[in-house]
């Protein structure tokens, strides 16, 4: 930190940049044709499309997890395209993730399942002893932001969907990211516990000045949760601009010709 006062959140540096991302599979078809794609410092952007559209595949190119055919990535100073395997390892802990299915591990206490996000620095720990009093009580300070400290010592599989999600929330934080990723998390979700949870979101993106991109499929959630809307179709994207400036209507063409507009 400097003396000098932190400039605004639209002229801060993107942390990543997408030029020209063209993803095919195993010689398939192109799935992304040409994406271009910014995320600011403290910006929630909702990625929207409908089924097939290439929002998971966008996602999984910012950690490497997609076959680049052309274009470039760079995610957190990282050239993603071209990395090299420490490198990757390197990316991947500076990347939170959160996704449908919480994944976490069900048996395991929650306060444990926050501290394996501190194993993306450590590499493997004994998960019986290996953490410190410091990864400790940071776990503990993460889950009382995320509301669900009282929760600490219980069997992950035992908590509501929303209650996972903030464990699952808590956890990405353990690892510092740079970015946040969060595919389609609220998907699980009734109504209520989705806006407490993409609330939760946007607020970690502005407090920590941190990008977050989460896919959605809810219009109204997106509406009311990002700062910037990107939407995909058929692997190009359609649409691109801050969500205030968009309705319900102008995304409508995102869906257009699908058998059921919108999801369930
Ligand atoms: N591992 C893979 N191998 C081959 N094709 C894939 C693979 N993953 C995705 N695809 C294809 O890429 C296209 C985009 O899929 P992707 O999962 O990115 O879409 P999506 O927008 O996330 O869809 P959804 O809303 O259903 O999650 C689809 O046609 C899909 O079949
Ligand atoms: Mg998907």
Known sequence: MTANAEPTTAARPPLVTVQGLKVAYDGGPLVLDGVHLELHPGETVALLGSSGSGKSTLMRSLTGFAPVTSGSVHVAGYDVANLRRGELRRLRA???QVFQQFN???RLSVLTNVLTGALHDAGPVNLAGGFSAAHRRRAMELLDRVGIAYK???QARSLSGGQ???VAIARAL????KVM???EPVASLDPKLSHTVLDLLQR???EDGIPVLVSLHVLPLALRHSDRIVGLRHGEVLVSAPTAQLSTEQLAPLYD???EEGED
Do not use: F, S, T
């Open 152 to 154: 600490a010592k219980e």
């Open 164 to 166: 996972q999600q903030r």
């Open 104 to 106: 976490l591990v069900g």
């Open 257 to 259: 010709g699908d058998d």
């Open 204 to 206: 970690i993106a502005r």
């Open 174 to 177: 353990m690892q510092n990211p």
């Open 94 to 96: 500076d990347v939170g």
């Open 181 to 183: 990723l969060a595919d």
